[in-house]
């Protein structure tokens, strides 16, 4: 049983277009989020959810839009895809965040290459 | 605000030798560190935490970490290197002035040689 799932695991796209990512947690957590990891392996947090309600937005471009339906789920959706987006795109839950600090349980990522 | 400095982006040990990671991190309160690993073409997994319990922490794969107040540093060893122990090692702080939020080192990518 995959505890955080993402789909897809290869995405390869033009410049311009729109896609999505999409995350799935079966551990009962409460708070998941969006790693962005680039090509020297940095990794830097893009977004956070605790139960559907979004307590952590970074600096990102406006193109990128969370949504998490429940708590057991937290999409991305890209618009506009520039080169500077390709990167590896991780989820990760954990518990409740607004209760303390928690280890956090990775997905095996998504690989996002923009030509 | 937190942060993570580890030093060293590769380290190359040989086969049976003594694994030593360094990070050192910046906090204004009392930190929660942890260490992740990476296998290639994977997510992260957790290593080990320090909760502010004991300060050697002992975690999976015979890794162990010494938080040292005075130092700021959050070292990993691992008395002795396995082949399967190449992988990708990030550091990462996290205290409560961020939100809880986890800050992640640059990571040090861990090659053995047989």
């Known amino acids: 049983d995959t505890a955080v799932s993402q789909t897809p695991k290869y995405l390869v796209t033009q410049m311009g277009n729109d896609k999505s990512i999409k995350c799935e947690q079966n551990?009962?957590?409460?708070?998941m989020y969006w790693y962005k990891q680039d090509s020297k392996k940095f990794l830097k947090i893009m977004f956070s959810?605790?139960?559907?309600?979004?307590?952590i937005n970074e600096t990102v471009p406006n193109r990128f839009s969370p949504k998490s339906p429940d708590k057991a789920h937290l999409n991305l959706h890209i618009n506009s895809l520039e080169l500077g987006d390709s990167a590896v795109y991780f989820c990760?839950?954990?518990?409740?965040?607004?209760?303390?600090?928690?280890?956090?349980?990775f997905g095996p990522g998504t690989r996002l290459l923009v030509l | 605000a937190q942060s993570v400095t580890q030093l060293g982006s590769h380290v190359s040990v040989s086969e049976g030798a003594l694994v030593l990671l360094r990070c050192n991190y910046s906090s204004s309160v009392p930190p929660y560190l942890f260490w992740y690993v990476q296998y290639p073409n994977q997510g992260l997994q957790l290593l080990l935490k320090y909760t502010s319990a004991a300060t050697l922490v002992k975690g999976i794969n015979g890794f162990e970490a010494e938080f040292k107040k005075s130092e700021t540093s959050f070292h990993l060893t691992k008395p002795s290197a396995h082949m399967s122990d190449a992988a990708e090692y990030f550091c990462a702080v996290s205290d409560s002035t961020g939100g809880f939020k986890t800050i992640f080192g640059a990571g040090t990518r861990l090659f053995v040689k047989a």
């Open positions: 551990l009962g957590h409460d708070t």
């Open positions: 990760a839950s954990s518990q409740a965040i607004t209760q303390g600090v928690k280890t956090q349980y």
């Open positions: 959810y605790n139960n559907k309600e979004l307590i």
